[in-house]
């Protein structure tokens, strides 16, 4: 009987495992887009919740119930969002008058080109304006009704991330508890896991917050600068300092995840490429995958038994 090659047979399962890789990345970027509206709000529950935890926990072990620390940690994001808003409104309305000023002056010159042209038949543009009447009647009815939904869907968007946010801060030792039991890995090996993609996530978000402070420090001086060719430079070195890749790794996962996922994959490509390079670095320490079998490790025999 013939029997193919075993580099054959080695390239028929590695296409086969490529193929399916694939269909696996396709379905979920396919899945991501049907269940956006509830998917993106948990994923930044919990974010945040991974983010903002080690606060909660500092308050729990100062005495203050883990609810009410949630609370006061969730009001505090809150505020935090309110006053970055807030600051973006005040920019523009703050240079409102500028950008009128100058798309008046803009459009004088685009009337005065069209004078040159001898473009000036304002009896054509009226009769024009009268047909198309209902036709803008129309269009800005659309808009309104699509304004109006868009704004539900934020809404629901941020209240539901907001109530996310709270039960996850709350629940966090519970819900860890919970995937740890139920990875099907050994507890330690799960808890290894769960406690370095926190950690990821964390310091990714210290990148960004010094990514921030530059652009916020250089923002009115060289605006360009701070937000163009400095920042896609230091991006890398800032996210490969904090999260301990190299560079070149944090750009390539995250333009190939954003291009992939949107603005989730932008947002944890980095950090979790983080966590499972450490994840793999401890594992590997501590002999796990080599002496621990599948499943919850048993509970330890009582004292005295």
Wanted: no cysteine.
């Amino acid at each position: 009987m013939f029997s193919a090659p075993t580099w054959l047979r080695d390239l028929g399962f590695a296409s086969w495992l490529l193929a399916g890789f694939i269909l696996i990345i396709v379905g979920l970027v396919w899945l991501l887009g049907q269940t956006s509206t509830i998917v993106l709000p948990v994923i930044l529950a919990l974010v945040l919740g991974a983010v903002a935890g080690p606060i909660v926990d500092a308050l729990e072990h100062r005495g203050l119930p883990r609810a009410a620390g949630a609370g006061l940690v969730l009001l505090g994001l809150v505020l935090i969002a309110a006053l970055v808003f807030a600051l973006i409104v005040h920019g523009i309305s703050a240079h409102s008058a500028d950008i009128s000023t100058k798309a008046s002056q803009g459009l004088d010159k685009v009337e005065g080109w069209l004078k040159d042209l001898g473009v000036d038949d304002t009896k054509d543009a009226k009769e024009t304006l009268k047909k198309d009447l209902p036709q803008i009647r129309e269009t800005l009815t659309s808009g309104v009704a699509a304004g109006v939904n868009g704004l539900t869907s934020v809404a629901f968007f941020l209240a539901f991330a907001t109530l996310g946010t709270f039960f996850v801060l709350k629940d966090a030792p519970v819900m860890a508890r919970f995937v740890n039991t139920h990875m099907g890995l050994p507890v330690r090996v799960a808890s290894t896991v769960t406690s370095e993609v926190a950690t990821a996530l964390r310091n990714y978000f210290t990148g960004v917050t010094i990514i921030a402070a530059f652009n916020g420090i250089l923002v009115g001086v060289i605006i360009f600068l701070a937000n163009g060719a400095f920042q896609n430079i230091l991006q890398p070195f800032v996210f490969g300092a904090t999260l301990s890749l190299n560079p070149l790794v944090v750009l390539v996962v995250t333009i190939g995840a954003g291009a992939l996922f949107g603005m989730v994959g932008l947002t944890l490509a980095a950090p979790l490429t983080s966590a499972a390079v450490h994840i793999s670095g401890r594992l590997r320490q501590e002999g796990e995958w080599d002496r621990a079998p599948s499943g919850p490790e048993p509970s330890p025999e009582p004292v005295g038994a």
